[in-house]
């Protein structure tokens, strides 16, 4: 790309800033404009849910670069700005305001919004989700005031929220309507250990359990949920989720299939548009076949391929996927496909608090969950980017180096 080309960029989050800073680490020298919806800089989301709605950092540690940085880079920010049409054969993005910005590569990272609840008394002063830094502003003073709260959702949002809430002395019940929490993310045996935790820390947590209304005058007062039990509550947090924003991707003409589907380079259905982080389908050979993933890992790593590929060096995306939660003292950490397995095994001991299940499919290892055990994390990641050649008996034995094996087969990779 030439200097007088122009990479608009649609989303200010991780994946949009990424795609933005390694443009510049790649040596492109024509026009960035980087948009956002939010009138913040671009800025660390987990954190939103764990330490910094418990009050332990400020909002200066969420930055994921000063001010100073944009203008260094000649990254151009649109704050506070939603892009509400693209034009593909005029090559234009068009602002809430009627206002255009001309681009000649397009990158789509529009990330995703909460799942709303559906249900009578959902629009209650003191219903509330957590997805965005105003969202985490919002909930902060009224955590701090509440006595007892209902969580909606068992995901990694809910699970963390309610661990923070517990830490601060409130009542916390949590209402999910499947058996496992985490369930689309996390294996059942990963799920029960987590559930029996928060259990532990006390909290009550109702599985198979919906909730049918909640209740208040004005401001919220309690929940009604499926066994037709009334929960006191002062606050709700809804976490059942988030939506991917492909609503303005729809609407100019791009395939969009739970996403905005693209290729193994992240191209979209137009050559000159791409799609990265939470709004992206793309391919995976650890989904056998398509998906689409919240992390940050993918925001990053797309971010960077989507930035090669603008100028002119693409590769196919094939990272490992991993993922992390952290719940009061318990870290928990994904790599791989922990969902769909036919064996699993485990290293270590619950009872310590400490251990990792291996997951493997007709004898081939395809993902690791570990808790508290980041060193399993770290040798799983390095396995599964090459051929792991682990057995299910070398995994479970304490005794086996799994970091000698993995250099080890890394090295006759190299060779």
């Known amino acids: 790309m030439t200097?007088?080309?122009?990479?608009?960029?649609?989303?200010?989050?991780?994946?949009?800033?990424?795609?933005?800073?390694?443009?510049?680490?790649?040596?492109?020298?024509?026009?960035?404009?980087?948009?956002?919806?939010?009138?913040?800089?671009?800025?660390?989301?987990?954190?939103?849910?764990?330490?910094?709605?418990?009050?332990?950092?400020?909002?200066?540690?969420?930055?994921?670069?000063?001010?100073?940085?944009?203008?260094?880079?000649?990254?151009?920010l649109e704050l506070g700005e939603t892009v509400t049409a693209i034009n593909r054969q005029a090559r234009h993005v068009e602002f809430a305001s009627g206002r255009k910005v001309a681009y000649d590569q397009l990158v789509l990272a529009t990330g995703a919004r909460f799942r709303p609840l559906r249900v009578p008394g959902a629009e209650l002063d003191g219903v509330l989700p957590l997805r965005t830094l105003a969202d985490a502003d919002a909930l902060q003073p009224r955590l701090a005031g509440a006595r007892e709260?209902?969580?909606?959702?068992?995901?990694?949002?809910?699970?963390?929220?309610a661990a923070v809430a517990r830490k601060a002395g409130v009542g916390v019940r949590i209402i999910e309507m499947t058996q496992h929490p985490m369930e689309r993310v996390v294996s059942r045996e990963t799920s029960r250990y987590v559930t029996k935790a928060h259990c532990d820390w006390g909290s009550e947590v109702r599985l198979g359990t919906c909730v049918t209304r909640i209740l208040g005058d004005g401001r919220v007062s309690g929940v009604e949920v499926s066994d037709g039990r009334t929960l006191p509550a002062d606050l709700v947090l809804i976490g059942i989720g988030v939506l991917p924003n492909t609503e303005v991707a729809a609407a100019a003409g791009l395939t969009v299939d739970n996403g905005i589907v693209v290729d193994r380079y992240l191209t979209a259905s137009d050559p000159t548009i791409f799609a990265i982080g939470d709004c992206a389908n793309f391919p995976s050979r650890f989904a056998a076949g398509r998906c689409r993933l919240e992390s940050v890992q993918n925001a990053v790593d797309?971010?960077?391929?989507?930035?090669?590929?603008?100028?002119?060096?693409?590769?196919?995306?094939?990272?490992?996927?991993?993922?992390?939660?952290?719940?009061?003292?318990?870290?928990?950490?994904?790599?791989?496909?922990?969902?769909?397995?036919?064996?699993?095994?485990?290293?270590?001991?619950?009872?310590?608090?400490s251990f990792s299940v291996f997951f493997f499919q007709s004898g081939v290892l395809t993902g690791v969950e570990s808790i508290n055990r980041p060193t399993d994390h770290v040798v799983a990641r390095r396995m599964l980017a090459v051929d792991p050649r682990l057995s299910p008996e070398q995994a479970v034995d304490l005794s086996f180096d799994l970091r000698a094996h993995t250099t080890s087969v890394l090295r006759r990779e190299a060779a």
């Open 149 to 161: 709260v209902v969580v909606v959702g068992a995901g990694f949002i809910g699970l963390e929220f």
């Open 302 to 353: 797309q971010g960077t391929t989507v930035a090669a590929a603008i100028v002119g060096k693409p590769v196919p995306y094939d990272k490992v996927p991993w993922f992390w939660s952290e719940q009061a003292d318990l870290k928990l950490q994904i790599a791989g496909n922990a969902v769909g397995h036919d064996r699993a095994v485990l290293r270590g001991d619950p009872e310590s608090h």
């Open 3 to 76: 200097k007088n080309s122009t990479v608009v960029i649609v989303g200010a989050g991780q994946a949009g800033f990424q795609a933005a800073a390694s443009l510049r680490q790649v040596g492109f020298d024509g026009r960035i404009v980087l948009v956002g919806d939010e009138p913040n800089i671009p800025y660390d989301r987990p954190p939103l849910s764990k330490s910094y709605l418990a009050g332990e950092i400020g909002l200066e540690k969420l930055w994921l670069r000063p001010e100073t940085f944009y203008h260094e880079q000649r990254i151009e």
